[in-house]
């Protein structure tokens, strides 16, 4: 039992710095911090080894072997799992999935 490798793509680290950045744009600059921080964290707890995600919903997605997770009711994670190795490719808000 552990944990898997992560690794994050840089057009992920480019979108929750935009969202990040949106938010503190609006004058709430402990809240842009939060979330970034809480998106981090979220994306640190999809390295357990138990846990099996679902194959993402969109036709799209799911012709190449994406599993997605939810992060905040806003907000979809689009990843892809093997034994030992998770790649976030995706962090896009949930409008913009096609199901």
């Known amino acids: 039992m552990g944990k898997r490798k992560i690794v994050i793509r840089k057009s992920v680290v480019a979108s929750i710095a935009k969202i990040a950045w949106f938010i503190e744009s609006k004058g709430m600059l402990a809240t842009a911090e939060k979330f970034s921080d809480a998106a981090y ?34 907000y979809t ?14 962090l896009l808000p949930s409008k913009l999935i096609k199901w």
């Open 41 to 74: 964290d979220f994306i640190e707890t999809l390295s357990e080894d138990r846990v099996i995600h679902a194959i993402c919903r969109d036709p799209e997605r799911n012709s190449m072997g994406f599993s997605y997770k939810i992060f905040k009711k806003k």
């Open 77 to 90: 994670v689009v990843f892809l799992e093997t034994d030992n190795l998770i790649t976030i490719c995706e």
